[in-house]
């Protein structure tokens, strides 16, 4: 790729965005589709937005750009309250997941098409509209028209698209999720490098939690219209604030299970002794949670979590195998090195930095010690 910066009119400077206790409900709905929603997205960084479906992603990217406006609360780029600023103002662009490219225009003339609106003389349109295509990789195909692209390539028309006017903040809506597997892969890949080439401050949306952790600088969490965690991503996926983030990035094995002092108590009536540091009060409900790669096998440690587990099946994955157990009457998941034959009975390990602690509620326990 080549180093070209794209400036937009008035100077090249990515703000961070805040958003400040945003809310909105849409006309006729009887549940706010923001509720109070706090998030900030640092300059020049991509911040991803996960969540599940209906939680409000999209929706907050339109009221980004403008294409919507907000009940209450407040929008600021940088120091500019942006709220009440006209999209075309805002110097935002935005990529969709359908590309949304005119048919009966060449990629090039597609490209142009956000020049062209702003007036941009012709010479400068032509030498914009290479150089964004140059930086998407597709600048051999600049006098196609969409129906002869395949559909990396119509997404990276509709990437040059967007970057082509040098955008202070760029938003994507689930931008890779209409491209196969392994092309999503390099196209994400490239993305992040592109991000960094172009610099604007990026927000991008999607439900893919591998995109989610792989892209962000910036990670947040939103469950129905609200923030259920900001962060790092490692740090999120190390310390998940509730049983929900947990699950989504990820899944996790989950064991009801209550205090008995040193011990904890599962629901059929065995027990399993804690490690030092996490003792739990007499009677307290919880849930224990671990991810299926930190299960291993090995003589039992006292420092560790030891589980007698029966193995009801394995499916090899490739490098490991996802293997299937039920034990303390729960179906648990556990990713080892090799498969294993199902009805064997194996002796499982969690270290305590991998134990994670929930209250009945579904939020992460404080007291225990914390890894
Ligand atoms: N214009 C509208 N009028 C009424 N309700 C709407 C409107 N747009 C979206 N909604 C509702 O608001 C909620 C959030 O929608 P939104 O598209 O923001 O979710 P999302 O998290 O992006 O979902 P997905 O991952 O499925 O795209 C949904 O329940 C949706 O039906």
Do not use: W
Not at 90 to 100: D, E, I, K, L, S
Request: proline share 6%; charged share 20%.
């Amino acid at each position: 790729m080549q180093h070209i910066r794209f400036s937009a009119g008035g100077g090249f400077a990515p703000p961070p965005i805040f958003v400040d206790n945003v809310s909105k409900t849409h006309a006729g709905a009887a549940r706010p589709v923001l509720d109070g929603l706090t998030v900030s997205c640092p300059a020049g960084r991509i911040t991803v937005i996960v969540g599940p479906s209906g939680c409000g992603k999209t929706t907050l990217l339109r009221c980004l750009c403008g294409l919507e406006p907000i009940g209450s609360g407040a929008i600021r780029f940088g120091d500019a309250d942006v709220g009440n600023v006209d999209a075309q103002k805002r110097g935002v662009a935005m990529v969709f997941q359908n590309y949304a490219l005119y048919p009966s225009k060449t990629v090039a003339e597609n490209i142009a098409f956000p020049l062209r609106m702003a007036a941009v003389p012709k010479a400068e349109r032509l030498r914009r509209v290479e150089a964004a295509a140059r930086l998407v990789r597709i600048e051999t195909l600049l006098e196609r028209v969409p129906a002869q692209l395949s559909g990396g390539q119509r997404q990276r028309v509709g990437i040059a698209r967007a970057i082509v006017r040098g955008p202070r903040v760029l938003l994507m809506d689930e931008p890779l999720s209409n491209l196969d597997t392994k092309l999503r892969v390099e196209m994400r890949t490239e993305l992040a490098l592109l991000q960094r080439q172009i610099g604007a401050t990026t927000v991008y949306v999607t439900h893919d939690q591998t995109e989610a952790l792989a892209l962000a600088d910036h990670l947040i969490i939103l469950r129905e219209g609200a923030v259920e965690q900001q962060g790092a991503p490692g740090d999120i996926f190390r310390r998940p604030a509730s049983i929900f983030v947990a699950d989504f990035l990820g899944s996790m094995n989950l064991i009801a299970a209550e205090g008995a002092g040193a011990n904890l108590r599962f629901g059929d009536g065995g027990e399993m002794r804690l490690p030092a540091g996490h003792e739990i009060a007499a009677g307290e409900r919880l849930i224990l949670g671990f991810r299926a790669e930190d299960m291993r096998v090995g003589p039992p440690d006292p420092r560790s979590l030891c589980l007698n587990a029966d193995v009801v099946r394995s499916e090899l994955l490739g490098t490991d195998s996802l293997v299937h157990l039920s034990a303390a009457n729960q179906v648990l998941r556990a990713r080892l090195a090799v498969p294993v034959p199902a009805g064997q009975r194996l002796a499982l390990m969690v270290d305590a930095e991998h134990l994670h602690f929930f209250s009945a509620s579904g939020r992460r326990r404080s007291g225990a010690r914390d890894p």
